[in-house]
């Protein structure tokens, strides 16, 4: 059998159901301007599986809806996620996942930068560059075995 | 029809395509890791046909370039190597050399205008220049100065200058100072040239720039990027005025080894959401003179735009 690299993770509470969102008044609204928000974002993403445990990006407490920045006015959004452990060799393929989801499910207007979280990964600047590359992503999902990978995370998605 | 397998089109996306001088052929570096050689069947119907394709990179081609005189062939690939290859009869082409002293992968390769020197640009933030001692090619010199990759380089109309355009944001303005120079900048090695970064672009472009055209008819510099947007400069040399009998003041010369200060680069237009929300991964001018004004751009709308400068 093959070794985790963290093999107890810890485990927190995920919210329950499709959203966190709290209910607002606009919410009936249909005139209202729905815009894109860090709410929006986070559910998006927060359901993605781990690449090593059975678990969501949200019960690992990789991704926290605080650690999202949007302007949707700017069309930028800025995803920083928390890997469970600095030496997380997984740190690159969560965050791809994240990227993948985004790409799927936003207007394309959007600018996405994904980054780790500042001094959570110890090979930080490299796993960044690498993420933001959008070339080196293209050629990623071009990989058969990795989108594989990649799709499997993003399943539990929802 | 490059996408034809069965007439040796590539299996995957197709990086850059590069005409060769005499427009005869057309070059395409593909993330199969090949490069294709595409020549147009001028008697039946037209198609272009691959007469060779050149084999070797382990992983993605991401660049092409013919050299001036149509002799060479440069490519470059994710493996961190840039291949040189020799253009020979028959559609053969052989490769001189295999230079791996990037220690990342080569995002860009350019010949000078005139020259047979090249400069490659890559993700390990470096420029390098090569030249040939009977061809047997070496590095010359390592270009340092950006703080993330450089995607894309082109020479100025001489060959003098080259400009790097780079994902920290900033376009770098480069000058070649052979031994000896009026200016007095000390060369390192014997009997070879040295390029200083002689000016930096900050604040101009908001994200990634991707591509950068230095036109070779009106002088001025294209770039593009991340951030929707094509800007154009113009370059001057801003040492004239300032130095005295023709050499550089103490100050000037502590500045060339901070980011350069000898050149200014004015922005002289802007087009803002040239390919609407899209990223603008690539600006070209047209090479000669017949269309001096013309600039072409690609987006990823999936859509290419000529563009015209009006005075």
Redo the contacts between chains.
């Keep these: 059998m093959t070794t985790l690299i963290n093999q107890n993770p810890v485990i927190y509470e995920a919210s329950a159901g499709n959203s966190t969102r709290e209910w607002r008044e606009d919410d009936e609204n249909e005139d209202a301007v729905d815009v894109i928000d860090a709410q929006e974002i986070f559910d998006l993403i927060r359901s993605i599986s781990d690449p090593e445990h059975p678990l969501s990006l949200e019960q690992l407490n990789v991704t926290q809806r605080d650690h999202i920045t949007v302007s949707d006015e700017d069309?930028t959004i800025l995803v920083e996620f928390t890997p469970t452990i600095p030496h997380c060799s997984m740190a690159t393929l969560i965050g791809l996942c994240i990227r993948v989801r985004l790409l799927r499910c936003l207007p394309?207007?959007f600018?996405v930068d994904i980054a780790v979280r500042k001094g959570t990964h110890q090979s930080e600047h490299a796993v960044n560059?690498q993420l933001?590359?959008?070339?080196?992503v293209?050629?990623a999902l071009?990989n058969s075995h990795l989108l594989e990978v990649v799709n499997q995370c993003l399943a539990t998605a929802t | 029809m490059l996408w034809r397998q069965d007439q040796g089109g590539h299996k995957?996306?197709i990086?850059s395509v590069a005409w060769s001088p005499d427009g005869r052929q057309l070059a395409t570096g593909s993330?199969d890791a090949t490069t294709g050689i595409w020549e147009r069947d001028e008697d039946e119907s037209g198609d272009y046909e691959c007469v060779a394709t050149l084999e070797g990179h382990e992983?993605?081609t991401?660049s092409i370039a013919w050299s001036k005189s149509g002799a060479l062939l440069a490519t470059c690939s994710?493996d961190k190597s840039v291949w040189i290859w020799e253009v020979e009869e028959d559609n053969d082409f052989e490769c001189l050399s295999v230079l791996q002293e990037h220690t990342q992968?080569v995002?860009m390769v350019a010949w000078h205008p005139n020259e047979e020197l090249l400069a490659s640009a890559s993700?390990d933030d470096t420029i390098k220049i090569w030249r040939d001692d009977d061809d047997d090619w070496y590095c010359s010199d390592t270009l340092v100065g950006h703080e993330?990759?450089v995607w894309a380089i082109d020479f100025s109309p001489s060959g003098d200058e080259l400009v790097s355009a780079s994902?920290d944001e900033t376009l770098k303005i480069w000058k070649r100072f052979v031994p000896g120079n009026a200016l007095g900048i000390v060369t390192q090695r014997r009997g070879e040239p040295i390029w200083k970064c002689v000016a930096t672009v900050v604040g101009k472009h908001e994200?990634?720039i991707y591509s950068v055209s230095w036109s070779k008819v009106n002088g001025l510099i294209a770039s593009s990027g991340?951030d929707n947007t094509i800007r154009l400069f113009e370059v001057k040399d801003a040492t004239a005025p300032v130095g005295t009998e023709g050499r550089l003041t103490a100050e000037q010369q502590k500045a060339l080894n901070e980011p350069g200060v000898l050149f200014e680069a004015d922005k002289v237009a802007d087009v803002r959401k040239a390919h609407?929300?899209?990223?603008i991964n690539s600006v070209a001018w047209y090479p000669n003179a017949d269309h001096g004004d013309w600039l072409a751009s690609g987006g990823?709308d999936g859509s290419v735009r000529i563009w015209r400068l009006e005075d």
């Excluded at chain 1, 933001?132 to 080196?136: C, G, H, Q, S, Y």
């Excluded at chain 2, 609407?276 to 990223?279: A, E, M, R, V």
């Design positions: 069309d394309s207007r600018k560059k933001n590359d959008k070339e080196r293209a050629a071009e | 995957r996306t990086r993330f992983n993605e991401k994710r992968d995002k993700y993330s990759t994902a994200r990634c991340a609407g929300t899209s990223d990823d």
